[in-house]
């Protein structure tokens, strides 16, 4: 794989990345971790507007689906582990030709969320890194997953009348790992935590409990669940452990348990930035370290050769986050570099 990249925007300490498409038109997102903007680009990477300037720490940018008119959900208020107290889910919309933010629901330490569709009814599912923080490193009080039915109509919530979040998963430490994984009845949850992997389905029907299920003892920062190797089976690949520099890939086996397959011998400090893509038919994992050498490297499966290959994008950046999209035939990779600042966009080709 060959990569050219090119920086489209600088936004200290930038971080979450998303695609939004309103008026028409499909936008890149990437917003700020620390107290800065959210910025709008064209698919060739033109700054087209800044939805708002602060107040920032926003670790999660997602549309809402199927929504009358457009809608972003976003995180706001987490700053860092440490100081996330005050986060919160708020809503934006346009009106009258400017940005409208509404909040969702205060949610302290809310870091990661997601919308499962399952046999026809969405839900909104969020993640908390922790409970509470008395001091700098406090790991005391875990985290939990969060849910609520997708509201139809979310314009009638507010800071007054919030969305009431239940709890459905509870003692999950360092609760920093999440994805929306299908499979043939529709999606679920799989978060990575210090207590290990854990998938989240909804109850069957109205009377019926939520499914959390763990499915790898390992401490585990983010991962993917995707089939890696084209076998037909989900492998599961791990950042690990919190924040941590290791890279590893686990089959799962006929009784069910997984075994590892694969693991990086070079280490990827503060592992972070994550995203599965199918490109041509092959799946990639596209990971990025924001500590040490800054690599963001992807990661694929060369039947071939019969091992995991890799391919270095970039150095020196420090993506926190990433994700891939098209246009036309071209495939690309949009990355906020929060260690230098930088959001940039990678052109791929596969070689």
Request: charged share 25%; with cysteine.
């Given at each position: 794989?060959?990569?050219?990249?090119?920086?489209?925007?600088?936004?200290?300490?930038?971080?979450?990345?998303?695609?939004?498409?309103?008026?028409?038109?499909?936008?890149?997102?990437?917003?700020?971790?620390?107290?800065?903007?959210?910025?709008?680009?064209?698919?060739?990477?033109?700054?087209?507007?800044?939805?708002?300037?602060?107040?920032?720490?926003?670790?999660?940018?997602?549309?809402?689906?199927?929504?009358?008119?457009?809608?972003?959900?976003?995180?706001?208020?987490?700053?860092?582990?440490?100081?996330?107290?005050?986060?919160?889910?708020?809503?934006?919309?346009?009106?009258?030709?400017?940005?409208?933010?509404?909040?969702?629901?205060?949610?302290?330490?809310?870091?990661?969320?997601?919308?499962?569709?399952?046999?026809?009814?969405?839900?909104?599912?969020?993640?908390?890194?922790?409970?509470?923080?008395?001091?700098?490193?406090?790991?005391?009080?875990?985290?939990?997953?969060?849910?609520?039915?997708?509201?139809?109509?979310?314009?009638?919530?507010?800071?007054?009348?919030?969305?009431?979040?239940?709890?459905?998963?509870?003692?999950?430490?360092?609760?920093?790992?999440?994805?929306?994984?299908?499979?043939?009845?529709?999606?679920?949850?799989?978060?990575?935590?210090?207590?290990?992997?854990?998938?989240?389905?909804?109850?069957?029907?109205?009377?019926?409990?939520?499914?959390?299920?763990?499915?790898?003892?390992?401490?585990?920062?983010?991962?993917?669940?995707?089939?890696?190797?084209?076998?037909?089976?989900?492998?599961?690949?791990?950042?690990?452990?919190?924040?941590?520099?290791?890279?590893?890939?686990?089959?799962?086996?006929?009784?069910?348990?997984?075994?590892?397959?694969?693991?990086?011998?070079?280490?990827?400090?503060?592992?972070?930035?994550?995203?599965?893509?199918?490109?041509?038919?092959?799946?990639?994992?596209?990971?990025?370290?924001?500590?040490?050498?800054?690599?963001?490297?992807?990661?694929?499966?060369?039947?071939?050769?019969?091992?995991?290959?890799?391919?270095?994008?970039?150095?020196?950046?420090?993506?926190?986050?990433?994700?891939?999209?098209?246009?036309?035939?071209?495939?690309?990779?949009?990355?906020?570099?929060?260690?230098?600042?930088?959001?940039a966009v990678y052109s791929l080709l596969l070689s």
């Amino acid at each position: 794989m060959k990569a050219e990249k090119r920086i489209i925007d600088r936004i200290d300490k930038c971080y979450a990345v998303t695609e939004f498409i309103y008026n028409g038109e499909r936008r890149l997102l990437c917003s700020a971790e620390g107290k800065g903007p959210c910025n709008a680009y064209d698919l060739q990477g033109n700054l087209v507007e800044t939805l708002w300037r602060e107040p920032g720490g926003v670790m999660t940018l997602l549309q809402l689906p199927d929504a009358a008119q457009p809608v972003l959900l976003a995180i706001q208020g987490f700053f860092s582990p440490d100081n996330a107290a005050g986060g919160k889910l708020v809503y934006y919309y346009r009106k009258d030709g400017r940005w409208i933010c509404e909040t969702l629901c205060e949610l302290p330490f809310v870091h990661r969320f997601g919308i499962v569709e399952r046999r026809g009814k969405k839900h909104l599912v969020a993640s908390t890194l922790k409970s509470a923080s008395a001091f700098d490193g406090d790991w005391t009080c875990p985290g939990r997953v969060w849910t609520a039915p997708l509201p139809k109509n979310i314009f009638q919530y507010d800071r007054l009348h919030p969305l009431q979040m239940q709890p459905i998963c509870n003692g999950l430490y360092k609760n920093h790992g999440f994805c929306i994984n299908q499979d043939t009845e529709g999606s679920y949850a799989v978060v990575g935590t210090d207590n290990g992997v854990y998938t989240i389905f909804p109850p069957e029907d109205s009377c019926g409990e939520w499914s959390c299920e763990r499915i790898l003892d390992v401490p585990v920062s983010d991962m993917l669940y995707q089939d890696l190797d084209g076998d037909g089976e989900k492998e599961l690949l791990i950042l690990t452990p919190f924040h941590g520099e290791d890279v590893k890939i686990f089959k799962k086996e006929e009784n069910g348990s997984f075994v590892k397959v694969y693991e990086r011998e070079k280490k990827l400090p503060f592992a972070h930035a994550i995203w599965g893509e199918t490109i041509e038919d092959r799946a990639f994992a596209f990971l990025g370290g924001r500590g040490g050498e800054r690599e963001l490297i992807a990661i694929s499966y060369d039947e071939k050769k019969g091992e995991y290959t890799e391919n270095l994008i970039d150095k020196g950046a420090g993506a926190a986050n990433c994700m891939v999209f098209r246009e036309n035939k071209e495939v690309r990779l949009l990355a906020a570099n929060r260690e230098t600042d930088e959001v940039a966009v990678y052109s791929l080709l596969l070689s």
